[in-house]
């Protein structure tokens, strides 16, 4: 009898000490956030101020030739975006066939090319998300080919699913948007998403987070992805659209 309390009472011991651990611990860990935290407040601070003071210890010709530098960064960035402009960026455009995609990407560092087919629904999705983007992101180039007019080119590159985006970089085909599915596999996803995953390719210049895709609000009945299978002159191709029934 006498053992069992003692027992009881040594458990109870053992579970305030691992108690007041964790506490301990946990408390340690905030301190250590905290000064985590005003450390980098402080340094961010203490840059601001820098440059702050930088700017009063100017006088009026540092202050000219500082204004010059930025007009001339302006002219510079003008000037690129009428040489991309001139190069066919700014529009989401279709090119005839396989033989005019070569020239496109070849003086062109960042090129989407949308491989798609009439008859599949998804494609025209795609295509007004493109559009958006091609006017957003002129850095880029947008464009559009139908697979069955370019049998080559869709085996060169293993198009085997409709629609694919192939992400062109310096000429190089880097990576595949294949379907929806990279893209919450609904048909229902926003362009911001889309704008997200060509930014984890580096094929555009994105500004948001490319750790995680942009949070949506999906309807509810959403379609996911139902892979049927079609043909494109005698290959085999799988359409990334719903089914018709």
């Not at 946990?26 to 301190?31: F, I, R, Y």
């Not at 009063?56 to 975006?81: G, H, I, V, Y």
Request: proline share 2%; charged share 35%; hydrophobic share 30%.
């Amino acid at each position: 009898m006498v053992n069992r309390y003692f027992a009881h009472g040594a458990t109870e011991q053992v579970l305030i000490r691992c108690c007041t651990y964790e506490t301990t611990m946990e408390n340690q860990q905030m301190d250590i956030l905290t000064k985590v935290l005003e450390q980098s407040a402080k340094l961010v601070e203490e840059k601001v101020d820098a440059q702050i003071s930088k700017l009063n210890d100017m006088d009026e010709d540092d202050l000219e030739r500082l204004k010059e530098k930025r007009l001339e960064a302006l002219k510079k960035a003008q000037k690129q975006k009428q040489d991309w402009l001139s190069k066919g960026h700014g529009e989401y455009r279709e090119i005839s066939s396989e033989k005019d995609f070569f020239p496109e990407v070849k003086d062109t560092k960042n090129v989407v090319c949308h491989f798609y087919r009439n008859s599949t629904f998804r494609c025209k999705i795609l295509d007004k998300h493109l559009a958006i983007l091609a006017k957003k992101h002129v850095e880029t180039k947008f464009i559009k080919l139908n697979a069955e007019k370019a049998p080559f080119l869709s085996e060169r590159l293993r198009i085997k699913v409709i629609p694919t985006l192939a992400l062109v970089v310096d000429g190089k085909t880097k990576d595949y948007v294949v379907g929806f599915g990279d893209l919450g596999n609904t048909d229902e996803f926003s362009t911001e998403m889309l704008e997200w995953r060509l930014g984890c390719a580096d094929v555009i210049n994105y500004s948001g987070n490319l750790m995680e895709p942009p949070t949506s609000s999906h309807k509810s009945g959403t379609k996911f992805t139902k892979l049927e299978k079609k043909t494109i002159r005698g290959r085999g191709y799988e359409s990334d659209s719903d089914s018709d029934d």
